[in-house]
């Protein structure tokens, strides 16, 4: 990749940042730690009913859609993606993500979890990680990020597109990125609750 100097010339090229992708079995993280937690005790403790059901299960759905809508124009330290669901707020990954773990949660009518869930992710995670995507990014792509942070909230979306760049959604995007992973343990959990219903 390469990057402009101030005079706007081109300067040497420099090596994309690696993606480095943890063994989350090996090397668990607190992160991981405390969603296994969580689904743990979602479970133990659900009680869902038909309208629980319903209503966590629509944002379930909204979230996976909304993490696979932006998986599939993610192309992580090689392009700043600006369109799709990017064009509107910075972080549509992790808005999926809080859809699912609140939709979960309202299946299994778990208010504690959920109250848990909120307050995780307000309160520690989303903080922390706009705090170090930002760094990176700017570190990666300068200015041009600058520029799109400036004008695009991290899940508050904005009324109208931020810019069109041309790129098109791509399906190889989703494998890629391992949202069909995503997808399958959404897919697992929404069976497991559907079994404790027919109970």
Not at 89 to 97: A, F, K, V, W
């Amino acid at each position: 990749m390469k990057i402009c100097n101030e005079r706007g010339k081109m300067s040497e090229e420099i090596k994309d940042v690696p993606i480095v992708k943890k063994n989350w079995i090996k090397k668990p993280t607190w992160r991981n730690i405390g969603l296994i937690i969580i689904v743990f005790l979602l479970y133990y403790y659900a009680r869902p009913t038909k309208l629980s059901f319903i209503v966590g299960g629509f944002m379930v759905v909204l979230g996976e859609l909304i993490r696979l809508w932006a998986a599939g124009y993610l192309m992580k330290n090689k392009k700043l993606v600006v369109v799709g669901p990017y064009a509107y707020i910075r972080d549509p990954l992790y808005l999926g993500s809080l859809l699912i773990l609140s939709g979960l949660s309202v299946t299994a009518r778990n208010w504690y979890i959920l109250a848990l869930v909120l307050i995780a992710f307000f309160g520690f995670y989303l903080p922390r990680k706009i705090k170090i995507e930002t760094a990176r990014l700017e570190n990666i792509f300068g200015d041009e990020y600058r520029e799109y942070r400036e004008n695009v909230r991290s899940i508050i979306p904005r009324l109208t597109p931020f810019r069109d760049t041309g790129e098109k959604w791509e399906f190889k995007q989703i494998f890629h990125n391992s949202e069909h992973a995503t997808g399958l343990v959404v897919l697992l959990a929404w069976l497991a609750f559907y079994y404790f219903l027919k109970r």
